[in-house]
Every structure is written in structure tokens, then in C-alpha cells.
């Protein structure tokens, strides 16, 4: 009878039914904006990555293949994109799994390329392109997580040099990684804090209400 008077008085129910949505079956992805930005910057790396795939594909020892590495980088770029938006992405073993493939990409110019152009170069995905997955991870995992992607990054770069050469003077590539993950990491995690404190403020909302009534 109670919950037949709440739900005749409308504005009780109207309150709970918001508290319920925002605990809902399918609670909102706080990182959402995030997501959609990163995408926006996938494609621009990727336009990027296929101005520099044109430019230096003739120089390649291997260039047939440098094309078949790109169509490999694009349709995954593709599926990572389509996961993020669409939300089956945001989980830790497909960020791990595009780590992996930047890693496993960036390192292959060494199959492609010869050993002077290596040297001379950065590797054929361009290190834009490979930021992708500093800033996936920073989304997901957090300021951490995002620099420790930014420096495994830069792991693979020196792998494929054969050397670590760190001149911040002239090449600021490693501050810009390690940057990138914390800023965006830091932003993934204050949008999910605010988020958390809007879902208790709602819940005390409802409970106070529900208990002026009942009183």
C-alpha cells in the first residue's frame, strides 16, 4: 500500500527512478569523452602514419611488405576504434593486446628496413601512431599504467636501435610519452572520483528523502 501511495504522488517515484538509473542495469562509463577523444586522435595518427608510410615505403628493403604491415596497422587501428566506441574494448586484455601490437609493428621495421635506415629513422608505424596505446592504457589503468605504456614505448624504439640515446635537448620524444600517460591517466581518473561522489550524493539523496516520507 506504501508503494502504491509513492508512486501516486509522482515526484518520490520520479527521484527514485533517477537514483535506480544511476545505479542501473548499465551504468554510464565515466571515461566515455575520454574515449571518444582518443579515437579522434587515432585517425589523425593514422593519417599521419600513411603520409609517412608514402614518403618512405620506396626506401624500404622490402617495400611490398612495409604495404602489407600498413594494411595490418589500419585494420587494427579499426577494430580498436570500433571496441572503444562502441565499449567492448574498455577492458584490460584488449589493452594489453594493443600494447602488443604496437611493440610487435614498431619492431618489425627492422625486417623491412635496412640496418642504416633504422638507424636514421624512426620505426615505419611512427611513434604518433604507436602513442595510441599510452593513451588506451593511461584511460583505462590509470596516471601509472599510462607512463609505464609510454615508457615500454620507448623501450621498443631503443630495442630497435639497438641503443638508448636520451638527449631531452634535441629529441623530447620520452617526456612527451611519459606526459601523455599522465595527463590523460590523471583525467581517466578524476572523471571516474567525480563520477563515484555523484553516484553517493544521488543514493543519500534518495535515502533521506525516502526517510522524510516514511517519517
Given at each position: 500500500?506504501?508503494r502504491?501511495?509513492v ?7 520520479t527521484?527514485?527512478?533517477e537514483?535506480v538509473s ?5 551504468a ?11 579515437q579522434v586522435f587515432?585517425?589523425?595518427s593514422?593519417l599521419?602514419?600513411l603520409g609517412?608510410?608514402v614518403t618512405i ?6 617495400p611490398?611488405?612495409?604495404?602489407l ?5 589500419i585494420?587494427w587501428?579499426a577494430?580498436c ?6 565499449g567492448?574494448?574498455?577492458r584490460p586484455a ?18 623491412i ?10 620505426s615505419?608505424p ?5 602513442t595510441n596505446?599510452?593513451?588506451s592504457?593511461?584511460?583505462?589503468f590509470?596516471?601509472i599504467?599510462g607512463?609505464l ?5 620507448m623501450a621498443a624504439?631503443?630495442a630497435l636501435?639497438g641503443y638508448v ?7 623530447a620524444?620520452v617526456?612527451?610519452e611519459?606526459?601523455v600517460?599522465?595527463?590523460v591517466?590523471?583525467?581517466?581518473q578524476?572523471?571516474?572520483r567525480?563520477?563515484?561522489?555523484l553516484e553517493?550524493?544521488a543514493r543519500?539523496?534518495?535515502s533521506l528523502e525516502e526517510?522524510e516520507?516514511?517519517?
Amino acid at each position: 500500500h506504501q508503494r502504491c501511495g509513492v508512486l501516486s504522488t509522482g515526484e518520490p517515484a520520479t527521484r527514485l527512478d533517477e537514483s535506480v538509473s544511476l545505479q542501473g542495469d548499465v551504468a554510464p562509463d565515466p571515461a566515455a569523452p575520454l574515449w571518444r577523444a582518443a579515437q579522434v586522435f587515432r585517425l589523425l595518427s593514422c593519417l599521419y602514419a600513411l603520409g609517412f608510410q608514402v614518403t618512405i615505403n620506396p626506401h624500404l628493403e622490402h617495400p611490398v611488405a612495409g604495404w602489407l604491415l600498413f594494411a595490418v596497422l589500419i585494420g587494427w587501428s579499426a577494430a580498436c576504434a570500433v571496441g572503444y566506441l562502441q565499449g567492448f574494448g574498455r577492458r584490460p586484455a584488449w589493452v594489453v593486446a594493443e600494447i602488443a601490437v604496437v611493440a610487435a609493428l614498431m619492431l618489425s621495421t627492422e625486417f623491412i628496413a635496412s640496418e642504416q635506415w633504422v638507424l636514421d629513422n624512426q620505426s615505419w608505424p611512427t611513434t604518433l601512431w604507436a602513442t595510441n596505446a599510452t593513451i588506451s592504457a593511461a584511460i583505462l589503468f590509470g596516471p601509472i599504467g599510462g607512463m609505464l605504456t609510454g615508457a615500454l614505448v620507448m623501450a621498443a624504439s631503443a630495442a630497435l636501435k639497438g641503443y638508448v640515446h636520451i638527449d631531452l635537448g634535441r629529441n623530447a620524444t620520452v617526456v612527451v610519452e611519459l606526459v601523455v600517460g599522465l595527463a590523460v591517466g590523471l583525467a581517466a581518473q578524476t572523471a571516474r572520483r567525480a563520477h563515484a561522489e555523484l553516484e553517493q550524493a544521488a543514493r543519500l539523496s534518495a535515502s533521506l528523502e525516502e526517510r522524510e516520507r516514511l517519517s
